[in-house]
């Protein structure tokens, strides 16, 4: 069973608009949830992360909005730019574990087209 | 440049042949992982160590086999594999298993090809 689901699989967004990605999970142990970006031939790297005591954290053109009843959280792009063309993937862990109690989405193949 | 190396980039094996995969961090970290990436599904992690030792092994076949001789090396032997196994292979570590963060410092990974 996925325990985070994310979607859309993939997506194309024109360069400088908005794109969201969403995902959603069950397990309500989940304390940490980061977002990573893979570049082609690069492995991921964190982008940025949010805990659940917060409903919204930003960094720069990136923000994480959480709705912790709801058990949902999304990524926002502003003014996405065509190097922001990645996949990116959301991640959840469970509290007390550490990097090793990571969940990943399947990830979604963004594309900013110019 | 993570810090965090992998070789080779690239390998091709036959399902008789055996060959290894190295990762190299040079970060200081002590937790080093093995996830296979595969096209639509979700990374999957294999194993983990955790200063040399390992805490962690996802039910693995045995075809995959792990050594870790110190905190900066971690190796991935590989023999009679199937052409189902055939992934992006990544290497990562972090600072420790204590659960402050979750990050992940990721190589670039090995794309292997099973025939």
Redesign the interface.
């Known amino acids: 069973q996925?325990q985070?689901k994310q979607s859309p699989?993939s997506l194309i967004v024109q360069k400088g608009g908005i794109s969201i990605i969403n995902c959603a999970y069950e397990n309500t142990a989940f304390d940490?949830f980061?977002w990573?970006q893979q570049f082609p031939?690069?492995?991921?790297?964190?982008l940025i992360?949010i805990r659940p005591d917060v409903s919204e954290k930003k960094e720069g053109r990136f923000t994480i909005s959480f709705n912790k009843s709801a058990k949902q959280f999304s990524l926002h792009i502003m003014d996405s730019q065509p190097g922001d063309s990645a996949t990116y993937?959301c991640?959840a862990?469970s509290?007390?574990?550490?990097?090793?109690?990571?969940?990943?989405?399947?990830?979604t193949h963004l594309i900013i087209q110019p | 440049e993570t810090g965090v190396t992998q070789t080779p980039r690239h390998l091709v094996m036959g399902m008789t042949n055996k060959k290894s995969l190295k990762c190299e961090q040079h970060l200081g970290h002590n937790a080093m992982y093995w996830y296979k990436q595969s096209a639509k599904k979700p990374l999957e992690l294999m194993f983990v160590y955790n200063f040399k030792e390992q805490t962690e092994n996802n039910s693995v076949p045995s075809r995959f086999s792990p050594e870790c001789p110190n905190s900066s090396h971690l190796f991935l032997h590989l023999h009679t594999l199937q052409p189902e196994d055939s992934a992006l292979y990544l290497c990562a570590s972090s600072p420790r298993l204590a659960p402050n963060t979750g990050e992940l410092f990721f190589g670039e990974g090995s794309r292997l090809t099973v025939l």
């Open positions: 996925q985070v699989q940490y980061p990573y031939g690069k492995g991921p790297a964190l992360a993937f991640a862990r509290s007390g574990g550490g990097a090793d109690g990571l969940t990943f989405g399947k990830g």
